[in-house]
Every structure is written in C-alpha cells, then in structure tokens.
C-alpha cells in the first residue's frame, strides 16, 4: 500500500525497515583450518582438534571404512593416539584446491613393535571455517630410525 502523501507528491513511500541481517564472516581459508588442525594434533589437544572439526563431520580410510563421524567417535580415536608418547605428524607437503586441503606428512608413532613412522596422505574437504570430511592414506610402519632424529 502506497503512503498516501507520496501519491501526492509530498513525500517518499514509507516502508518498514527489514533489519540487517549480518553474517559473521570468516577471515579462516582451508588451508589455515587444516593448519590449525596440524598444530592442536601435535600439541595433543584434542578439544582445539575437535573445534577444526564440524560436529557431523566424518573420517574415512582412502577406499575404505568410515573410521569415525562426530566429536565422540574422534575424541576416542584421539585420545588412543595422544597417549602415545612420541607422536608428532611432520608437514611435507601442502596441496590447495579451493575447500579442499591435501596434506603429505611423516607421523612419528609408538607402534606395539615399537618406536618409528609412517607416511600419510590427509585429504581434509572444509565447509565454512570446519573440517566435513576428511581421508587418510597409511602408508607402512617403518621401525627404528625416525628420519630427522637423532639416534
């Protein structure tokens, strides 16, 4: 319905205001969640962890299973590799493709035959400013010698 000053030329139209809608805008790119992500795992944080993580997300194994989806399930998965006492996942290399972060990196773990590495390949898919899914390539434990340590 018109105002009725406007129809006669006195006045603009009158009209409520619809509020502002503002969306808080992320200054995180996919590269730095997954970095953030790198830092909280080597620091053993698991709740800095989570927060990388969206709440639904989901954690699968290169063709093959689902490992775990949500915060529960990734918090016990987690936990069990933080106990480890010389765990430390070394960057070697970082692909960016637009939301998807691909990641090379030497995992130093105390595996049951004991102390070595293996290499892994991560490949994080980020939605907003969280991790949705993310899958992982093992590559063979490699006992003895960690590359980079001294003996």
């Known amino acids: 319905m018109q105002d009725l000053a406007c129809v006669a030329g006195n ?15 992320s200054t995180e790119t996919p590269e730095s969640v997954v ?11 698991v709740d800095a962890l989570l927060s990388t993580y969206a709440v639904d997300a989901e954690q699968f194994q290169l063709h093959g299973p689902r490992l775990a989806v949500g915060h529960a399930e990734m918090r016990q998965r987690f936990a ?3 106990d480890e006492p010389d765990l430390r996942a070394d960057l ?8 998807i972060v691909v990641d090379r990196e030497r995992v130093v773990r105390n595996f049951p035959e004991g102390l070595g590495w293996m290499e892994m390949l ?7 400013d969280r991790i949705q899914r993310a899958t992982f390539a093992f590559g063979p434990p490699m006992l003895g010698q960690v590359p980079g340590r001294a003996t």
């Open 35 to 45: 970095q953030r992500q790198l830092d909280a795992y080597n620091r053993k944080d």
């Open 92 to 99: 070697i290399e970082r692909v960016v493709m637009g939301r």
């Open 80 to 82: 069990a590799r933080f």
């Open 122 to 128: 991560c490949i994080y898919e980020i939605d907003g």
């Open 11 to 25: 006045a603009a139209p009158t009209r409520a205001l619809e509020p502002v809608r503002q969306e808080k805008m």
